[in-house]
Structure formats: C-alpha cells, structure tokens
C-alpha cells in the first residue's frame, strides 16, 4: 500500500494504468524503480485508489493508456461493458479529486518504453498488463523527467 511503511513515503510517485477486463497498475518511484503492481478484476480496479492510496499527495501523475474504439475494431466490442472506460473514469475522478495531473498515453510508445526500461511483457497475455501500465508510467518519467533509461545504464556500464 502506498504511504505505508519502510521509507517509500519519502519520494514522490508515478502510477502507471493499463485498464481494461484486467486492470494492470504499476507504482514507480521517482527513480524508475516499480515499488508496486497488481493486476485487478473491475470492480478491485475501480475501488483500488480510494482503498489502497493512502497518501494521494505522494503522487505526482497518474499515466493511463487511452482506450479508442476504432471502427475496424467496433464489431468484436458487440455486448461489451467497456470496462476500461469505467476504469479510466473512476481513476480520473479520484485523481481530480486529490488534484493529481492525468496523463492520457497512446497504446503505441509500449514499443518504445520496453526497449528504454528493458521489461517486457511475457508471451502470456494474461500476465502483462502491470508490465504494460508499469512502461506508460516509465515512458512518462524518461521523458518528464530525464531519468536514465536501463538501455542508456547497460550502455554505460557495458552491458547488452
């Protein structure tokens, strides 16, 4: 839980989004470094920051993944209850609440976040959506923040 225990209260934070049917939520330190993931059914997705966050001033942004209907893609949403739209809202509503910036990604820059952070998502689908909110939040702070990426880190240290 965010704000509890062993000194990660100390810095600020940035969480990552992956909403959808499975809702992946990653929280990285000012440094890059992921302090804590989950991946969350809807109804544990839609409560988990009023819940889990206990110090919400502790956040400086929250990073979504935009969901955009396509409309090659609308006929396989037939009977869907858009689950990563409510997720997406009830997140943004907690986040206006507690006067946290929204950052709304794009799905496309994952590519470019896993080649900076070196974390993939594993071939099974159902175990990468922290991996895909903990990229958006990682992209965000490279570019936000100038942190050095784990590329640039192996680089350095000549390492592949």
């Not at 939520?25 to 109804?43: F, H, T, W």
């Not at 858009?82 to 590519?111: L, S």
Request: charged share 20%.
């Amino acid at each position: 839980m965010l704000g509890n225990g062993g000194g990660v209260t100390r810095k600020p934070f940035v969480i990552g989004l992956d909403p959808g049917d499975t809702t992946g939520i990653a929280i990285l330190d000012k440094d890059g470094i992921c302090v804590k993931q989950e991946q969350l059914r809807l109804d544990d997705a839609l409560a988990y920051p009023s819940t889990h966050i206990k110090k919400p001033e502790l956040v400086e942004a929250l990073v979504i993944e935009d969901f955009i209907l396509y409309r090659r893609q609308a006929h396989k949403q037939v009977g869907q209850r858009f689950q990563a739209v409510q997720v997406i809202g009830a997140w943004k509503a907690w986040a206006a609440q507690n006067g946290i910036r929204v950052v709304i990604q794009p799905a496309n820059i994952k590519a470019i976040a896993q080649k900076w952070s070196k974390v993939v998502p594993p071939t099974n689908h159902s175990q990468s959506h922290w991996i895909d909110a903990f990229n958006h939040a990682y992209y965000f702070m490279v570019r936000e923040f100038n942190i050095t990426t784990t590329a640039e880190r192996r680089r350095k240290n000549g390492a592949s």
